[in-house]
């Protein structure tokens, strides 16, 4: 297939969530066609870029899919059905990535507290920041503050992002933030918190550097304070 | 997808009916059992030999006679004669038996026809009543006294009189509400230029003139039926178009309870039985008052008035399409008035569409009634109230159910894009499940392979359905904040409906109409663009 064609329809693929051949898209019609999968996989295959794989295939789609979900066309599962099908499309790019020398918007941990079981608003975010081009290490839920801030040590990673869904467990997170300022990392990583019972007021009260309400908020946050 | 809100209006195709609404397809809810439903229907029956009907009707009561009641004159002792008519049990079963168990109730656009079937409960919901008063809402901003920088928007309510403006106002309205199924008019006519002479043609004309549904009334002259008849038949495109896709419907409480056949009434009954269009047969007792209050009294008695003016129809012409037209109400035992939203007005109304289900004829039934005189939490409590139970009992053709306040007094135009919400949400609780041995496989899959991912999330697997409009969208007039912007925001929504182009009769049919039908207010002369 001509590259080009291939990276529109890795695109318009993208933009129709649609992660493997047999997915239905937001349109109709399109189960049993070639998804994301098949598509990126073709496109290492044939020896596209990578770069352009992710400059002119993902990215660009990306921003579409935010806009349509600003306007209303789009719902969250329609995001994240995008978003999934780009963390997946980089997770088979990587190592190509790797030996062309490009590299990911940073590396974010992420994780629910000490306590807390709760992980769908972690997931999400999780996905998206994955999509958004972030290299996410997901420690999962219920992680002990010791094993939050060892991660941040070993991976040395610029962000840190935690979530509690308990009113019982959010004030971990000032716990973590605590153990980061003992082991002398804490200005080294940026700490953004979430989760239903959180605020901006207790992200002050605590130190930490940012709250999300959700996670398109996180992505923003993001961008400027990569800025 | 309506703003994410799954629209219930899906149109569909009968190989005999041909297009009409989807409406709801229900499961429904019974209160009364098998012995129940019996019971009532003996003592219905043994009501109407005995004591029977106070006929106020000659011709009636001669039709009865001739096929096998007992008449006998007798007077009143205001002095007044009527007939006394005792309808054998045979006589009343094999008239109910006639009636047709499935008909179409006709709309100007093929696709918004009503398919009626007693055997089968698919629900239906439109206007209701011929309210006086129009409720006018305006939100006004108020100031606290104690901070000037704290303002409040607060509804403020004005009545208006009913007239033609108002009128095809509100048809232009529940034109744009998707969840309305059908049109009473819901307002009463009260123009200077209307008298009881043009006001059947006027009503009719205002309504179908700017709503494309199903358009039902009650005649207000029988001499204006011809007049009506003939409007119809000209938007229908001739004689036997109208009786094949009836554009228009009427209403006869023939019967004023307890028990007695009104004269004027019944020779309406016969007017229209005669035209061939349908025809619901309504009966409205007052429990406590022209009824008896317990449950297993009024029921037998509304449905013996309405058994009898079913038997009537039949008499006139075998075959007839008739609706069982329950509105039984209950007594406020403080004033005595009408008291709806309340649990016995549920209990009686459910059983009578199981007793209309059981003679099979399609229910004409009510719900969305209350004593609250404004949109508000007592407004949101009766209606749901009697939406939600009404809906769960399958009765086929649901009126009352958009706009009414202060009992049936009030049409307020708000409230009815409230009520649309409700009855929208309502409908998609109802539907039927999806579940089949394909589907639970689909669901399998999924669950294999969501539990095969880094998060195990369904999310994204939630498109499908999203897509199929199966998913409800939030409540359409929620507030963000720490209040309740719900009137406020179904304002909103309403201004924005009304902006939409109006679906008015073309030129050609406007004109003939007027040539043709004397009385129509000149100013009601609109056309489609």
Redesign the interface.
Known sequence: MDQQILLEKIAFNVMQ?R?EAED?G?D?GLEGKPAVTELVKEAIRDGVDPKSIVLEALTGSMEVVGEKFES?EY????M??SA?CVGVAMDLLSPYLLKAGVETKGKFIISTVKGDLH??GK??V??MLKGAGYEVI?LGADVPTDRIVGAVKEHQAPYLGLSALLTTTMRVMGDVIEKLKEEGVRESVKVLIGGAPTSKEFADQIGADAHCKDAFEATNILKTMAH | MDNGQPINNERTEDPVFGPYRQGVLVKPYERLNRDHVKWLDDASLSILNDPGIWCYNERAANLFKAHGAEVREEQETSGSFFWRVSLPQGLVRDAVSKAPSRFILGARKPENRLLLDAEVPRVYFGTGSEANVWVDVRMEEFVSVDDSQVKVKVPRFRELRGDTTLLSRAARLCEQLEHLDFFIRPLNIQDPDVTPDNHDVNKFFASLNNITKHVQAGLTRLESLKDVIKMAEIIAGGREELRKNPVISFIACVFKSPLQIVDETAEKVFAIVESGLPLVISSSPQGGSSAPIQEAGMVAQINAEILAGITLVQLIKQGAPVLYGSVPVRVRLDNLFDLYGCPEFNQYNIDCVQMARFYKIPCYSSAGVGDAKVPGMQAVFEKLFTHLHMAMSGAQYIHYAFGLLDRTNSFCPVQAVLDNEQIGKIKHCLREPKIDPSITADMINIVKKVMASPHRLFARHARKAMHAGDISSPYRFEAKDLEDKALENAMGYMNQKEKEPAQHLDQTTVDRIFNEIPGILPGLRQVAE
């Open positions: 969530g992660l239905e937001f109709e209303g719902l969250i599962p329609d994240l059905a999934e992980d769908i997931n999400i999780s996905i997901d």
